[in-house]
């Protein structure tokens, strides 16, 4: 069943672009609807205020690339979180469906899902 599973998310259409514009908000829905895991977005040590863009949380001290990526379901929960630091130069967390527990980082967003 783990292989099946792997191959699955490797096509599956669970998948978006991540760009500076969108609002943490959207980003928190998409990724949520997407990957049916949570998605904690900071800024600094806080949560990022919804209605901010990444673009306006960026670090001042490491902005990132500002390369825009895709996200897909076979990444795992480490591979994720460090895109987000690289590209944006923000901290991100994969927590569970019920945001009360973090999702362990050698899980693919696809497992993740399916644990829920």
Not at 78 to 103: P, T, Y
Not at 105 to 115: A, I, M, P, Q, Y
Request: glycine content about 6%; aromatic content about 10%.
């Amino acid at each position: 069943m783990g292989i099946f599973n792997s191959i699955t998310d490797r096509f599956k259409a669970s998948e978006f672009d991540v760009k500076g514009q969108m609002k943490v908000k959207n980003l928190k829905n998409v990724f949520k609807d997407s990957f049916g895991c949570t998605l904690r977005v900071y800024s600094g040590n806080r949560f990022a205020k919804e209605d901010y863009t990444l673009k306006r949380i960026r670090d001042k001290k490491n902005p990132g690339t500002g390369e825009e990526f895709k996200v897909r379901a076979s990444w795992t929960v480490r591979e994720v979180e460090k895109k987000f630091h690289k590209s944006f130069g923000i901290r991100v967390q994969v927590a569970n469906n019920d945001d009360n527990e973090l999702a362990k980082n050698d899980l693919t967003l696809g497992e993740v899902k399916r644990d829920n």
